[in-house]
T-cell receptor, first 112, second 116 residues
Framework: DAGITQSPRHKVTETGTPVTLRCHQTENHRYMYWYRQDPGHGLRLIHYSYGVKDTDKGEVSDGYSVSRSKTEDFLLTLESATSSQTSVYFC???????????FGPGTRLLVL | GENVEQHPSTLSVQEGDSAVIKCTYSDSASNYFPWYKQELGKRPQLIIDIRSNVGEKKDQRIAVTLNKTAKHFSLHITETQPEDSAVYFCAATSNAGGTSYGKLTFGQGTILTVHP
């Protein structure tokens, strides 16, 4: 597996609380992505980054923000968590848009 | 944006049979099509991919075909084994402009079960 870690791996939180998920890579890849995975929906892109401080929205970005201050770290923040954000969150990295995306181990988030 | 449809949603085969999963895409600018396998509780992992300048690619028991005119691509697994049981996802992206530029759009997934 590519050098990608996610933290935390599991989290339970309450509605209305802020949550930050971290993706860390040791591959020095330019592109980083956040996806959520829900039954029947496959993997849906939340936000992605094409360089330090360069980010763009994906198809399900409402309620999420991201930041990338260093090449190796990409943070996903739920400003005020809702039950609809209960999901498995995957980070992915790639060298370029023409190359394979490699996925991290995932974070299971439960919002009560 | 790009839309990827994947069929069937579930597929059950006997060990040794072949399995075929089909996907269609909407963005004619899409030119990279990976397939991922995801075992229960694990991360998606690439098993094969194809670019739009190629019509077919094979890797041992796995093959992918691409029809750019019809905008569909398929995964073929021959001589299936119980360890092939997993969820399979197709995806599409463009590195040449278009609405899907730089962003992978995934199909909904196919649950493949191989019975011994």
């Amino acid at each position: 597996d590519a050098g990608i870690t996610q933290s935390p791996r599991h989290k339970v939180t309450e509605t209305g609380t802020p949550v930050t998920l971290r993706c860390h890579q040791t591959e020095n890849h330019r592109y980083m992505y956040w996806y959520r995975q829900d039954p029947g929906h496959g993997l849906r892109l939340i936000h992605y980054s094409y360089g330090v401080k360069d980010t763009d929205k994906g198809e399900v970005s409402d309620g999420y923000s991201v930041s990338r201050s260093k090449t190796e770290d990409f943070l996903l923040t739920l400003e005020s968590a809702t039950s609809s954000q209960t999901s498995v969150y995957f980070c992915a990295i790639s060298e370029s848009t023409e190359e394979t995306q490699y996925f991290g181990p995932g974070t299971r988030l439960l919002v009560l | 944006g790009e839309n990827v449809e994947q069929h069937p949603s579930t597929l059950s085969v006997q060990e040794g049979d072949s399995a075929v999963i089909k996907c269609t895409y909407s963005d004619s600018a899409s030119n990279y099509f990976p397939w991922y396998k995801q075992e229960l509780g694990k991360r998606p992992q690439l098993i094969i991919d194809i670019r739009s300048n190629v019509g077919e690619k094979k890797d041992q028991r796995i093959a992918v075909t691409l029809n750019k005119t019809a905008k569909h691509f398929s995964l073929h697994i021959t001589e299936t084994q119980p360890e092939d049981s997993a969820v399979y996802f197709c995806a599409a992206t463009s590195n040449a402009g278009g609405t899907s530029y730089g962003k992978l759009t995934f199909g909904q997934g196919t649950i493949l079960t191989v019975h011994p």
